[in-house]
């Protein structure tokens, strides 16, 4: 099945610095590849998500870019801000609407 | 906005003793699913429904669980005899697509189960 690997585990980033993380994925039939962010004891929020007929996308501060040749996706965030403190899960999807999600990384963004 | 809702928020239960987490999925949603977190660890999969029928399980997803809807809007999972490697965050979580096309997945706030 599907292996998601996320990188760093673990981000600190000064308020108004960029954000980047990055996943890998095995399964080249996935296609689709949503971003989720988790805020201590709240439900993951979709926050971005990107298909692989395309390459990039972006939403006001944060972008998605997809890499299909090399299996990974990257989330940017630009302009952090202390809201943008929390964990941010990557996942990957072959059509079957089962996400094989990454281990998630906390991203700390100091004032 | 409408939000998959799933109760209880916490349940504690002793080892052996059945449990049923209930879910809410939004309601013009057609395609719901089960996931788990262990604490500290990755969120996994355990099962999709469609149609009235499991779409797809994975190996965690043995004979001690099962899921039904057993009216127009409520999804529960089962675990018949719990174990301590039960204890974890359970997700439900729905999607309006049919098969093979990937809608977005919007999830619940979660369960946590605590097996003592």
């Known amino acids: 099945g599907e292996n998601v690997e996320q990188h760093p585990s673990t981000l600190s980033v000064q308020e108004g610095d960029s954000a980047v993380i990055k996943c890998t994925y095995s399964?080249?039939?996935?296609?689709?590849f949503p971003w989720y962010k988790q805020e201590l004891g709240k439900r993951p929020q979709l926050i971005i998500d990107?298909?692989?007929?395309?390459g990039e996308k972006k939403d006001q501060r944060i972008a998605v870019t997809l890499n299909k040749t090399a299996k990974h996706f990257s989330l940017h965030i630009t302009e952090t801000q202390p809201e943008d403190s929390a964990v941010y899960f990557c996942a990957a999807s072959s059509g079957n609407n089962r996400l094989a999600f990454g281990k998630g990384n906390q991203v700390v963004v100091i004032p | 906005e409408p939000e998959v809702t799933q109760t209880p928020s916490h349940q504690v239960t002793q080892m052996g003793q059945e449990v049923i987490l209930r879910c809410v999925p939004i309601s013009n949603h057609l395609y719901f699913y089960w996931y788990r977190q262990i604490l500290g660890q990755k969120v996994e999969f355990l099962v999709s429904f469609y149609n009235n029928e499991i779409s797809e399980k994975s190996e965690i997803f043995d004979d001690q669980f099962s899921v039904e809807r057993p009216d127009g809007s409520n999804f529960t999972l089962k675990i018949r005899s719990t174990k301590l490697e039960d204890s974890a965050m359970y997700f439900c979580a729905s999607t309006r697509a049919g098969w093979s096309r990937n809608y977005e997945q919007y999830f619940g706030p979660g369960t946590r189960l605590t097996v003592t």
């Open positions: 990107i298909r692989s007929n395309v």
């Open positions: 399964d080249s039939a996935s296609n689709y």
